[in-house]
């Protein structure tokens, strides 16, 4: 995926939409674009450990910078106490645990961009479930930011 100036990339899933991302090949993991009450959303589905179910997906961008400042955020939503893992070019930026909850809750991390063995390129990996139950989410975001007062109101 090419990155222009002003990078602003959402995937909402809609219309089964993937965006370009792809599912991660770590643990068997495997996930689907559901829809449902009007909405559509990135589902984790059973692993071969079924007290498992997480949603493993990658993707590259090209065009980014060592250094550049960037928020990645996410809307998610689980039955029980879900982990969200999140990587940037082979650095581990968070790892946090999300409450229970039937409502949509937002999670944002600000970061610098991390060197890359290949120039000019991120590559992010986003994990989020690790529980039994499936784990939804949407609205996966990567935008640039001028500096730590352009993130949004939601944190990590």
Known sequence: YGVKAGLDD?????GYDWNHWAIGVSGGYQSKISYSSDEYYLESLPSSNPDNTTL???KSFHGIEAGDLVEFSFEYR???IS???FAQNNKTEIITDGVPSKLW?????AFYVAESPTPRTLMLVFSAGFISQPTHVRNIR???MRDLTDMSAAGM
């Open 78 to 80: 689980s039955p029980g």
């Open 83 to 85: 982990r969200a893992s």
């Open 10 to 14: 959402l995937t909402t899933f809609d």
């Open 142 to 144: 990567l935008r640039a």
């Open 56 to 58: 493993w997906i990658c």
């Open 105 to 109: 809750q937002k999670k944002s991390l």
